[in-house]
Structure formats: C-alpha cells, structure tokens
C-alpha cells in the first residue's frame, strides 16, 4: 500500500517562481509571530513577544493593582489571552454603569482597560533593529519588482515596525489614513484602491499604536506610538465600527480575496482569530481562483486551527514543519531528486537539519525565514527549472 507524500522542492520550485515576478496579486497577512521572530537588543527573547508572552507581561505588570480582578477573569475564561481580556474588561465598563463585580464598577473597570492598553503600548513599542532583518528583508523584496498589481499587508500587530522598515528603505505605503494636522480614516480611499500599484498597501487588522479617538469620536492617527487606547476594535460600539476603520478594513480583506486570481500567505499567524478565519473561509469558498498559503511555526498536529480550513478547502495549502496540507490530503515531507544539479543552496532556504540533530525539517514556518526565502527570490537564475518535465524560465 503506497503513502502519500509531499516533496516541498515541487512547491518551493512554483512559489519562487511566483514572488520572483511582478504579475501575481500577492498579499501577506502577518501575526504576531512576525515580530516575534525578531530579536531584541540583548539578543535573548523577542523584540516583541507573541500574543501568549504579552499577555503574561501584562498580566503581572498589572498584578500590584488589579490582580484580584483579573484573576477572577482568568478563572472564569481560561485560556483566554490579553485582547480577549481587553474585550470583556470593556464590556464590563460599558453596562454595569454604579454596580460591582469583582470589586470594580463600570468606570473603574474603564481604568482597567486603559491600564491594559497602556502596558501593551509599552511592550510592543519598539524599534526596529539597524541592518539586516526579516522586515527590511520583507520590504526589499517588496520594492525589487515592478508590480501589476500592488502588495498589501494585512496585520493583526499594534507595532510600527513595519511601518519603519517601509520608510526607511523609502518605499510609499497607504494605511487608509490621510491629513497632516490630524489624519483621519478615508474608506472610500481603502475600497476603490486606486493608488499607484508600487504603493504598499498596510492594513492594521487589529488597530495600531498611535490611533486614538478625538473630541468627535473620530478615529484619527496622531504620528507616534503614545496613543494607545485604540490598539483592539472590541470596545467601539456597532455603530462606529460601521464608519470606524476596523469594518473598512476586514472590508479589504474580504474584496482582496474575491478578487480572482490572487495568493494570500500567512506567516506568523495561528488561524485562532475567528473572525479573521471565518472571513478566509467564507471568501475560499466563494472564489475558487484565490489561494491561501499558510506557513505554519509548528508541526501540523499542534496548528488545529488551519488544518481545519486547509482540509475543508482545496484552495487553502498549510506548510508546517512535519507535514503538509495541499488540496485537502494531508501528507508528511519527502523531498527527492533536486530539480537541477544547482539547487542544493535555494533548498537549504527552507529545508534544514534542526540544531538538535533531528531529522530535516520544514523551516519557512518562521517569520524571518520566509522573510530570507523571499529577499531571494530576487536574484536571477542561470539555469532553467525542471518541474514535472517542463522547463520554466524565471
């Protein structure tokens, strides 16, 4: 009885071959796995800590005060991370007005999501590090290539870090914000997307530092990261949500992939965000010619979130670091004859030997690896690629 196997050379041969060139429509949705890939100064732990990381910070960092509060909370929905804390801790200020949970009424539970807000504003406000890294390396492949169609980055992150790599390699980018004095949200601007294809597209799923509400409860950008109260949308209520930007942008996201013939890859992001899973679900489902790569940190047995999508839709293809998930069969890796004699440096890209010694493995499930993978999908080749028979020519 034969076992189905997956070569990644046959796939890594095609994706190269696709980012490589201007003609594809390519997006990238970015989680907090991005920054996490990212070493800080000290050069131990991340620049940035993913979402599990954050929340223990925050959490401690608001022990002296508010630890009995937010113990009750944890206790009541475990597992729960910070942004799902941050959601009830404002549903909470917003209709238990003078009575007392958990020893705080509504306007001291307001003080706690202010609180919240301000130890992830201080956590996740960094800079990006000088020379190389995998933003910069991101964004050197963004602006090597005259493009058909412009990239658009969607990101669930609150940090400016991309936002930094963008202007440092003075590359032209549209947040939906536009203004000197105080810029504000244009959604007409983000639906009709029509900028110049060589302006990035960055679309800040979840909020960003540096958004914040004025005195007409306008959602405004104010040019540095000390606003911080409008990191995560849950707190707006329905009816600003509807011209506030978060609609506008899950908007975005929902036409980009209706849209025919165009690649999302997912990189650093878990598929644990619902809403964001639900939305690539249903728009999979919808528009058959769209494509959904996922690059997958772990082994396929602990992404339990995307296999899910990845086994119920065909269009969806889930790359961990033991298996894969390509056209709903899931599939351990194998690789096999190297395309040409020259491949061998292009595949330890992205299949290497653990340091551990363990078997070879999958590795553009890390941030900053794929980020590598990219940057050199740049370089010219002088030899043509052997797939399946058929010569490609980069």
């Not at 050069?43 to 954050?54: K, M, N, R």
């Not at 002296?64 to 929905?77: D, F, G, N, R």
């Not at 890294?133 to 980055?153: C, K, L, M, Q, S």
């Not at 769209?290 to 065909?314: H, P």
Request: aromatic residues 10%; hydrophobic residues 40%; neutral net charge.
């Amino acid at each position: 009885m034969s076992v189905s196997v997956h070569n990644p050379d046959q796939y890594m041969v095609s994706l190269r071959q696709i980012i490589g060139q201007g003609r594809k429509r390519i997006g990238l949705l970015v989680g907090a796995g991005g920054p996490a890939s990212i070493p800080n100064s000290g050069g131990t732990g991340a620049l940035i800590p993913a979402v599990a990381e954050l929340t223990e910070q925050v959490l401690v960092a608001l022990a002296p005060k508010y630890e009995s509060v937010l113990t009750q909370i944890v206790t009541i929905y475990p597992g729960s991370n910070i942004e799902m804390i941050l959601s009830r801790v404002r549903s909470l200020s917003e209709v238990i007005g003078s009575t007392v949970v958990a020893g705080l009424d509504g306007r001291g539970y307001a003080g706690l999501a202010h609180a919240i807000c301000d130890e992830i504003g201080k956590i996740v406000n960094r800079q990006l590090p000088n020379g190389p890294n995998a933003y910069i390396d991101f964004v050197n492949w963004i602006g090597g290539t005259d493009r058909d169609h412009p990239v658009e980055i969607f990101t669930t992150n609150y940090d400016l870090l991309f936002e930094q790599a963008l202007e440092r390699n003075r590359i032209s980018y549209f947040d939906g914000f536009t203004g000197a004095s105080e810029p504000f949200f244009d959604p007409s601007t983000v639906w009709s997307n029509d900028l110049p294809s060589r302006w990035v597209r960055l679309w800040k799923l979840h909020g960003s530092l540096g958004w914040e509400a004025n005195s007409r409860g306008e959602v405004v950008r104010r040019g540095g990261a000390t606003a911080t109260h409008l990191v995560y949308p849950e707190h707006v209520k329905y009816n600003q949500t509807q011209k506030a930007p978060y609609s506008a942008l899950f908007e975005r996201l929902r036409r980009f992939l209706t849209t025919p013939d165009t690649l999302l890859i997912a990189t650093g992001f878990s598929f644990s965000d619902a809403h964001i899973s639900a939305l690539i679900e249903e728009c999979l489902s919808a528009n058959p010619s769209a494509s959904v790569f996922g690059f997958q940190f772990k082994q396929l047995s602990e992404e339990g979130y995307a296999r899910q999508i990845a086994s119920r839709r065909a269009n969806m293809s889930l790359y961990a670091r033991d298996q894969a998930v390509i056209n709903g069969l899931a599939a351990r890796w194998q690789v096999g004859d190297p395309p040409t004699r020259d491949w061998g440096p292009i595949r330890a890209t992205y299949w290497s030997t653990p340091t551990s010694g363990a078997s070879p493995e999958f590795v553009l499930g890390s941030f900053d690896q794929l980020a590598r993978f990219f940057a050199s999908s740049r370089s010219e080749q002088a030899f043509p690629i052997i797939l399946s028979g058929t010569a490609l020519t980069p």
